[in-house]
């Protein structure tokens, strides 16, 4: 239960009290939790698009808008996170000076791109779901990035230099932890197009691959993993997850 509460203060704004005190165990059951959160902001996105939707605002809005919810509902680090790191791929020199520029505090000409397209490519995609009445597959996209923060915190993977979430998560995660959570995501993904069923796996099997690459990237170019990769890899993995499964 630790891990759970750990899990929902950590990731949500939730009022869940973690425990007083975390070390890297209980950061890695939190980590193995995460899809479990993410099925849950996934329910409530997919809520908000319907909801809006039924009172008449309008497909696209409605997606804007639970874009906007997940962001409050997460207090925003994700996309805090996303724009770091695309600052820290923007700029040139060693690893010393990304990871300066990702801790700066501000967000460069890289990192609101980043926050504008992550932003645009969800709404447009929960949009088009919506369309189709495939609320599943938005709540597939949102648990689809949380998955992904299982796949980064993996064996093998180290800290970066000064991290402060990052060493508490870097290399917590089993392998078959990984792979039990892209299995069960890839599964899932059979039961989101009515149509055709195999756009879902792929869509999901395609951007976890493509996520796991660009985090290895990320920790050779900043030296380690950090909080912002995470972030940065659960806005990915759910912006493609969704635009996978609109294609379909």
């Known amino acids: 239960m630790n891990g759970a509460r750990l899990a929902l203060s950590w990731l949500t704004v939730l009022p869940v009290r973690g425990p007083r005190t975390v070390d890297r165990a209980m950061a890695g059951r939190a980590i193995a939790l995460a899809p479990f959160v993410g099925i849950l902001l996934g329910g409530a996105a ?15 809005l409605a997606g804007l808008l639970a874009v906007g919810a997940l962001g409050m509902l997460t207090r925003g680090m994700h996309l805090d996170g996303l724009a770091d790191t695309a600052d820290g791929l923007g700029v040139y020199g060693p690893p010393e000076r990304a990871r300066e520029i990702m801790k700066s505090g501000g967000a460069g000409p890289f990192g609101v791109a980043a926050i504008v397209f992550a932003i645009g490519i969800q709404a447009v995609s929960f949009a088009r779901l919506a369309e189709e009445g495939r609320w599943a597959a938005i709540g597939l996209a949102v648990a689809a990035g949380r998955v992904a923060v299982v796949f980064a915190c993996r064996h093998g993977i180290e800290a970066a230099p000064g991290a402060g979430f990052g060493a508490l998560v870097a290399g917590t995660q089993r392998i078959s932890t990984g792979a039990a959570w892209g299995l069960l995501a890839i599964v899932g993904g059979y039961f989101v197009g009515p149509h055709h069923y195999w756009v879902g796996p792929i869509a999901v099997t395609v951007v976890l691959v493509m996520t796991s690459i660009v985090v290895a990237h990320c920790v050779r170019r900043f030296g380690g993993l950090s909080g912002d990769v995470l972030g940065a890899a659960v806005e990915v993995a759910t912006a493609f997850t969704a635009v996978g499964c609109a294609l379909g």
């Open 46 to 60: 997919a809520g908000v698009v319907w909801g809006l939707s039924q009172a008449g605002a309008g497909t696209l």
